[in-house]
């Protein structure tokens, strides 16, 4: 989630695009996505889409590789709905946003796709099976949350590959987030693995690692 005032911006080596922010009730900046992008690949930016608060598309562009890639990159920023807030009809509306644009970008047929971002989505072990060549053995839950299986779901339609469950990481170091508790809150210090990066199988076969840092 990122709430910055700038759409773009430069900060030390990287560049910082972001989508526009909602607003809270309390007129906080709430919901908006961004990404960094090292200089010396800022010039291979061809274009940045915003959809909304929620959807960033950044488009790339470099010569042929390997596998017959497309020299089209494609990058998606998505933040998820929150599983326990908001309506069952702001999280269709969610989904169905993200699903239109990767259905746009399959249909133009000139770039490979990675999806990244923050889903509010747990993928569980208990789904390995039903989704073969989506999900890989290095997850942290048992169980998928209603986001978890949607995002699979998607995952699935548009041959997306969840790379970060495919790498093999101890327990303890497969969660993204981390809430330390306490505090009044009533609530225990937990971990979860809730956000991904989904790659089609030019970025399934071309990473070879992928390494999580956790900002508190």
């Known amino acids: 989630e990122a709430r910055c005032e700038e759409l773009e ?4 080596n990287y560049f910082l695009v972001t989508t526009e922010c909602n607003e809270s009730t309390s007129g906080a900046k709430i919901h908006g996505v961004g990404a960094m992008v090292e200089r010396r690949l800022w010039d291979c930016v061809e274009d940045v889409e915003r959809r909304g608060a929620h959807i960033l598309v950044i488009k790339a562009h470099w010569g042929k590789g390997r596998l017959n890639s497309k020299a089209k990159k494609y990058f998606v920023v998505f933040y998820g709905p929150q599983d326990k807030k908001g309506g ?5 509306q969610r989904w169905g946003e993200l699903r239109a644009t990767l259905r746009e970008l399959r249909e133009r047929a000139d770039g490979d796709v990675c999806l990244v971002g923050d889903f509010n989505a747990r993928a569980g072990k208990a789904q390995q099976n039903d989704f073969p060549g989506v999900i890989g053995g290095n997850l ?23 790379l970060n469950t495919v790498y093999k990481q101890n327990e303890e170091e497969r969660h993204t987030y981390y809430h330390p508790g306490g505090n009044g809150s009533g609530r225990a210090a937990t971990r979860s693995q809730i956000d991904f990066i989904l790659g089609d199988r030019f970025f399934k076969t071309s990473a070879k690692n992928l390494v999580y840092c956790l900002i508190n």
């Open 140 to 162: 942290l839950h048992d169980t998928a949350t209603r986001n978890g299986k949607e995002m699979l779901k998607i995952a699935d339609e548009e041959g997306l590959c969840a």
């Open 88 to 92: 069952a009809e702001e999280r269709n």
């Open 9 to 12: 911006s430069q900060v030390g």
